[in-house]
């Protein structure tokens, strides 16, 4: 059976992600049903236009965009562009990954100012970005040490490990 003859059941939870097809920048991008974890569409780029063929491909399938309740994306701007437009009945889910991604750079951009102030706070970039529940003991003590000496970098960083 050819991959758009097998018919899918109704997607509520839809994933939508790019990969590189290739060495270079030629993109697919890949619809994915999050809840029976297989492909449902995909598309040729990373971009609004590659979304809406993989959704074309989704419904000849049997699965209509209209009935999906959540999509997961990255922070794609074309992927929240075609998410708020073509699944106008579902709820948008930006990827954890992703969102600590963008927590952690406010925390090394804070520690790279305050560096230049302090040669206190030379070589501790990975200090401010790991985990604080994975960190040895030691590591811990020094990041609430240096956060009381620091509070700025203090806080950035108690606001990204919140999130967790």
């Known amino acids: 059976m050819r991959f758009k003859e097998e018919s899918t059941s109704q ?7 790019e990969i590189s097809s290739k060495k270079g920048h030629n993109y697919v991008t890949i619809l994915s049903d999050a809840e029976a974890k297989k492909v449902v569409g995909v598309g040729i780029g990373k971009n609004k236009e590659a979304v809406r063929v993989g959704i074309q491909e989704m419904e000849a399938r049997g ?8 999509v997961a994306i990255d922070l794609s701007p ?22 600590k991604q963008l927590l952690t750079k406010p925390v ?4 790279k100012i305050e560096r230049y102030e ?6 501790t970039k990975y200090l401010w970005l790991r985990n604080y529940k994975d960190m040895k003991e030691e590591d811990q003590r020094m990041v ?10 203090g806080k950035a ?3 990204k490990e919140q999130f967790k």
Do not use: C, M
């Open 11 to 17: 997607v509520r939870q839809l994933s939508i992600d």
């Open 63 to 70: 699965s209509k965009a209209s009935k999906v309740k959540e």
């Open 78 to 99: 074309a992927f929240t562009s075609a998410t708020l437009e073509y699944f106008e009945n579902a709820s948008l889910v930006y990827d954890r990954f992703h969102v």
């Open 108 to 111: 090394d951009t804070v520690r």
């Open 118 to 123: 302090s040669a206190q706070l030379r070589g």
């Open 144 to 153: 609430e040490y240096l956060s009381h000496l620091y509070p700025t970098i």
């Open 157 to 159: 960083h108690q606001l």
